[in-house]
């Protein structure tokens, strides 16, 4: 574990914890798209099947956990409880033509033939693009809450967190992992026009508004 | 070495 492992794992709760808030508070999930939502709730569901088979730390498997349920949380919000403010409408991004080839490139391109890696390299790959029907939906609708876009800023640094922990440990341990290295850069990629909003426009304490 | 899934890492 190293400081930038820490900080992105704590990136990643914080962005998790601010959707919920979000949702519980407002009692609303509007500009929340639910096809990222439940990409995500693939990604952990396939990925964290390790809890059952590896035991690695407490630390990991209490994150593990808590990365399922608050997934867990959001659907139920989503789909259940607040599903009368889920923005159908502008939430229409084709989900099949992200999981189909994340599931063929996963079993053309894995580090093992099995069961177990293959849902892992699945759910990297998955991980990689889930975002897309969200930022497809800011797209759409033109703007988002500022609630939304901290929420956004947070998920997106922890991949990018990952890439400096990912080098760090190339130096330091000399070890790496392609598969999740090139995937976590194509994750960090998709949010730099995002990044770049941001900055320029939420810092300010503007609010995210794209250009007409 | 094989470089390989760490399932340290979340």
Redo the contacts between chains.
């Keep these: 574990m190293n400081i930038f ?1 820490l900080a992105g ?1 704590l990136s ?1 709760v914080v962005a998790v914890i601010i959707l919920l808030l979000k949702i519980w508070k407002t009692r609303s999930c509007a500009g929340i798209s639910g096809k990222s939502q439940l990409l995500f709730a693939i990604v952990y569901l396939t990925r964290y099947l ?1 809890l059952f088979t ?1 035991y ?2 407490l630390y ?1 498997s209490i ?2 956990i808590l ?1 399922l349920s608050a997934s867990g949380a959001t659907l139920y919000f989503m789909y259940g409880k607040f599903r009368g403010t889920y923005d159908h409408n502008h939430d229409t991004f084709r989900i099949e033509f992200l999981l189909i080839p994340c599931g063929l490139l996963s079993l053309v391109i894995n ?2 033939f099995t069961v177990m ?1 293959i849902l ?2 699945f759910s990297i790959y998955l991980e990689s693009v889930a975002i897309l029907p969200q930022l497809f939906m800011v797209s759409k609708t033109g703007e988002a809450e500022s609630i939304t876009s901290h929420y956004l800023f947070a998920l997106g640094s922890y991949r990018a967190l ?1 890439l400096l ?1 990912w080098i760090h440990r190339y130096i330091a341990e ?7 290295i090139f995937a976590g850069i194509v994750q960090t990629i998709l949010y730099c026009d995002f990044f770049y909003l941001y900055i320029t426009k939420v810092l300010k304490g503007k609010k995210l508004q794209l250009p007409a | 070495e094989e470089p390989s899934n760490d399932h340290d890492e979340l």
């Design positions: 492992r794992d990643h390790d590896t690695v730390s990991n994150m593990k990365f580090h093992e890696e892992w390299t990952y922990n000399s070890h790496y992992d392609l598969i999740a």
